[in-house]
């Protein structure tokens, strides 16, 4: 009888749905401050009747607010403004959108993890703790959250990066995102949308999906939105598969796609009132969107944009989907419905992605490795083929690639001080010397201007760094490395539209295994001691140009540590070196006024290294050594 009582009285046990909604009332109660009386009554009656998935996300917004400084008074017409101003999700939204530097304070560990999953990770992203850099990888992201409650403790109780930069987040209560900046050209490309859908709303047609688990990317998305449209026969869409055998595809290649098919194409842009046209108008009419690199096709979808922008407030209606207006009749609130009234994908997805932390979700690194966008080219899994698929083979004729090519020195200064090295001069054999952050740029303009049509041979000792300060402004086409040493690079320089110029970049370090400063003594060559304390090359000083003794010697002397790690440098090791940067600085006459110029003598030093990279060039030609071209 007692286990018979006993088994009676025992409590029912809870179901996952029924302890979310427990959780979530208990929000609910620990923000009851902030909401006034009939807020707080409505969203306890939505705990208790909304679906679970509305419910979830109704306790992240509540632990949003939580962590907020806002005190009372909170309407349910201002909630969503009171959490999205906490969230920081409108700062992430345009940083997302512009890459403009973003500064987000009064930071939480939710707050930070909701800004960390909201981010745009395609491109480089670095996120700034006062002196504390650290650069967001998209393999690591994920590990970067889940540390997030792990590494908040009052003192730092683990190593790595990761707990540096968020207990960093933590005395400073705020971070600045920003991206490295990129001197090239951003050109749209299709490819995958990066998002999966946490709605109920049907966007398969435009490979929009919800999980992996639906997904499907058997066609880039290009040749999927053509398919859509419905307008071209199989036949045709065997011989476009056949065109577009990557997985992207520019812009400008859907020209030549018109012209072969007879198409009028008009791509709708994100953020362009107007339509950017391809083909001739009285071709067959596609329109497609491209949104966030994505295309797909534009066409008629059974929703209102009305009950999207409702979603979570309409989806329990009876044909929730058509509601296109409300109507309030003194206390009671109406839908009026009407099927007529159905927007469009390209709206539907414009309203979705610029509201995607309520509607959408970012693909999962792990899913996305899974896809064949990791990879560069599809799976081919029909062998048939279309007979204009098919063309003769062509056998180039091989040239030397030396025939014509004019050989040019040259040699950078960057400013070491900083995450991000960033030059501030570079002088060539060829030109007269640039600087500034684009003196990279400056100079194979004005190499283009002087060899017009000519291929340029670029030789740099050591050249896998200055390579650096110049591969952003070149359309690389092969690479030659042996571990961190460039042997050889090319690309293609694209000085205007039809100009442009073949450049091949050579390491003289991979014949000439020495320093630059002791080719002097080895080729017997009259060649100025190096003396260079690069410590006192910072972004301020450059600025300034002229530099006051005292600082000099505090530059000069960590170098001398620097020069000299293996032991401890005498007094005689400092003096020694700062009176030759005086003696070079006097002789060069960089003294003006009792400041050193430091711009003028670093100029002459560089051009006194590449006139030895030139002698030594003679000296490897008189010998026949054949690398130099």
């Known amino acids: 009888m007692k286990n018979i009582f006993s088994t009676y009285n025992k409590m029912p046990r809870l179901t996952k749905n029924q302890?979310?909604?427990?959780?979530?009332?208990?929000?609910?109660?620990?923000?009851?401050?902030?909401?006034?009386?009939?807020?707080?009554?409505?969203f306890r009656d939505d705990i208790k009747e909304k679906r679970i998935d509305a419910?979830?996300?109704?306790?992240?917004?509540?632990?949003t607010l939580k962590d907020s400084e806002t005190t009372s008074g909170i309407t349910k017409k201002t909630f969503n403004n009171e959490v999205d101003e906490a969230s920081g999700l409108p700062l992430v939204r345009q940083f997302n959108k512009t890459g403009n530097d973003t500064t987000i304070k009064k930071l939480s560990p939710h707050k930070l993890k909701n800004i960390l999953r909201n981010l745009d990770i395609k491109q480089k992203i670095i996120l700034q703790a006062n002196n504390t850099y650290y650069a967001i990888r998209t393999d690591k992201i994920n590990e970067m959250i889940d540390n997030i409650d792990k590494f908040c403790v009052d003192e730092i109780q683990e190593e790595g990066s990761d707990a540096q930069v968020i207990q960093k987040v933590k005395q400073l209560n705020e971070i600045t995102l920003s991206r490295p900046k990129w001197l090239g050209k951003d050109h749209n490309e299709g490819a995958f949308f990066p998002y999966y859908n946490k709605t109920d709303?049907?966007?398969?047609?435009?490979?929009?999906?919800?999980?992996?688990?639906?997904?499907?990317?058997?066609?880039?998305?290009?040749?999927?939105?053509?398919?859509?449209?419905?307008?071209?026969?199989?036949?045709?869409?065997?011989?476009?598969?056949s065109m577009c055998i990557g997985l992207y595809i520019a812009t400008n290649k859907i020209s030549k796609i018109c012209e072969k098919f007879n198409l009028y194409i008009r791509v709708k842009h994100l953020g362009h009132h107007t339509t950017k046209n391809y083909g001739k108008s009285s071709g067959r009419e596609i329109v497609i969107g491209l949104i966030d690199k994505h295309y797909f096709i534009v066409k008629q979808i059974p929703y209102t944009l009305y009950s999207i922008k409702h979603y979570d407030e309409i989806i329990d209606k009876e044909k929730w989907n058509e509601i296109y207006k409300d109507k309030l009749v003194g206390k009671w609130k109406y839908y009026e419905k009407d099927n007529k009234r159905f927007t469009n994908s390209s709206e539907a997805i414009k309203y979705m992605h610029l509201e995607a932390d309520e509607y959408l979700r970012p693909i999962p690194y792990e899913d996305i490795t899974g896809t064949q966008y990791h990879k560069e080219a599809e799976e081919i899994l029909d062998l048939n083929y279309h007979k204009d698929a098919v063309r003769k083979n062509k056998i180039k004729e091989i040239k030397d690639k030396s025939e014509n090519a004019k050989i040019v020195f040259l040699d950078f200064e960057s400013i070491?001080?900083?995450?991000?090295?960033?030059?501030?001069?570079?002088?060539?054999?060829?030109?007269?010397?640039?600087?500034?952050?684009?003196?990279?740029?400056?100079?194979l303009r004005r190499l283009y201007e002087k060899f017009n049509g000519s291929k340029l041979i670029l030789i740099a000792h050591n050249a896998g760094y200055d390579f650096r300060f110049l591969q952003q402004h070149l359309n690389m086409t092969s690479l030659?490395?042996?571990?961190?040493?460039?042997?050889?690079?090319?690309?293609?320089?694209?000085?205007?539209?039809?100009?442009?110029?073949?450049?091949?970049?050579?390491?003289?370090?991979?014949?000439?295994?020495?320093?630059?400063?002791?080719?002097?003594?080895?080729?017997?060559?009259?060649?100025?001691?190096?003396?260079?304390?690069?410590?006192?090359?910072?972004?301020?000083?450059?600025?300034?140009?002229?530099?006051?003794?005292?600082?000099?010697?505090?530059a000069c002397d960590m170098q001398v540590r620097c020069d000299n790690i293996e032991k401890i440098p005498t007094e005689k090791d400092y003096t020694?070196?700062?009176?030759?940067?005086?003696?070079?600085?006097?002789?060069?006459?960089?003294?003006?006024?009792?400041?050193?110029?430091?711009?003028?003598?670093?100029?002459?030093l560089l051009n006194s290294l590449i006139f030895i990279l030139f002698c030594i060039y003679n000296f490897s030609i008189s010998h026949s050594v054949a690398f130099w071209i």
Not at 220 to 240: D, G, P, Y
């Open 55 to 63: 419910v979830k996300r109704l306790a992240d917004k509540f632990i």
């Open 416 to 443: 070491t001080n900083e995450e991000i090295h960033k030059p501030y001069m570079v002088a060539s054999s060829e030109t007269e010397t640039f600087y500034g952050e684009k003196c990279g740029l400056y100079l």
């Open 19 to 42: 302890k979310v909604r427990r959780d979530t009332q208990k929000l609910l109660d620990e923000i009851k401050s902030k909401l006034n009386a009939r807020t707080f009554t409505s």
């Open 201 to 241: 709303i049907d966007l398969t047609d435009f490979q929009i999906f919800k999980n992996k688990q639906e997904s499907s990317y058997d066609e880039n998305c290009f040749v999927f939105a053509i398919r859509q449209s419905k307008v071209l026969t199989e036949e045709e869409m065997s011989m476009l598969k």
């Open 576 to 604: 020694n070196y700062f009176d030759k940067f005086l003696e070079n600085a006097t002789k060069w006459n960089c003294i003006k006024e009792g400041l050193v110029d430091i711009i003028e003598s670093t100029f002459i």
């Open 480 to 554: 030659c490395e042996r571990g961190h040493h460039l042997l050889e690079g090319k690309g293609m320089f694209y000085y205007s539209k039809g100009k442009s110029i073949e450049i091949i970049l050579k390491d003289s370090y991979s014949v000439i295994t020495m320093p630059l400063k002791k080719f002097g003594k080895c080729f017997n060559l009259n060649q100025e001691k190096e003396i260079l304390p690069y410590n006192l090359y910072t972004r301020e000083n450059i600025d300034k140009r002229y530099i006051p003794f005292d600082t000099c010697k505090v």
